[in-house]
T-cell receptor
């Protein structure tokens, strides 16, 4: 199956700093990528849909100025958590769509101290 | 009401047992249906798609009832390696093809 990578896999940062997470589709081109967040014992929640060459579409309640998404190429989307705070600590997972199937990256665990 | 509802479990079953998970969805515009498996602290992985006619993949059988907006997953002859959280997922097709995840049902298979 298609492979999606994420980097970094884990990050610990101080409150107020910004963190960038990369999502890459390794063996296919993805015009659309998705960013999810999962808090402990909760379901994955879609944050935004990232479209190559255009602005991301954010879900209700997700601040676009706080979670900056850039999808500059068909194989790379980045999510930047700006001025991170402890409540942003979560498991961030991206997915990329290949035809009708979404493939998930291994996730990035963010801990904001 | 949550868009996709599942019994969180956990379901604790012995090896070899048959176990069934249920899921209901609220949006009648849902078009595609899936079961994903998520191991602890890992990303979800597609287990199988769910078709209206029902479908089987080895020990796993999925059923869909559109009228009742109900999806099920049956696992026969449970293995220790089946221990995971099973996520019911629906896709509301449109401009964004959003996947809506249930909170998952945790399965623990014991020897």
């Amino acid at each position: 199956g298609a492979v999606v990578s994420q980097h970094p896999s884990r990050v610990i940062c101080k409150s107020g700093t910004s963190v960038k997470i990369e999502c890459r589709s390794l063996d296919f081109q993805a015009t659309t990528m998705f960013w999810y967040r999962q808090f402990p014992k909760q379901s994955l929640m879609l944050m935004a849909t990232s479209n190559e060459g255009s602005k991301a579409t954010y879900e209700q309640g997700v601040e676009k100025d706080k979670f900056l998404i850039n999808h500059a190429s068909l194989t790379l989307s980045t999510l930047t958590v700006t001025s991170a705070h402890p409540e942003d600590s979560s498991f961030y997972i991206c997915s990329a769509r290949d035809l009708q199937t979404q493939y998930f990256g291994p996730g990035t665990r963010l801990l904001v101290l | 009401r949550k868009e996709v509802e599942q019994d969180p479990g956990p379901f604790n079953v012995p090896e070899g047992a048959t176990v069934a998970f249920n899921c209901t969805y609220s949006n009648s515009a849902s078009q595609s249906f899936f079961w994903y498996r998520q191991d602890c602290r890992k990303e979800p992985k597609l287990l199988m798609s769910v078709y209206s006619s029902g479908n089987e993949d080895g020990r796993f059988t999925a059923q869909l009832n559109r009228a009742s907006q109900y999806i099920s997953l049956l696992i026969r002859d449970s293995k220790l390696s089946d221990s995971a959280t099973y996520l019911c997922v629906v896709n509301i097709e449109g401009s964004t093809d959003k996947l809506i995840f249930g909170t998952g049902t945790r399965l623990q298979v014991f020897p």
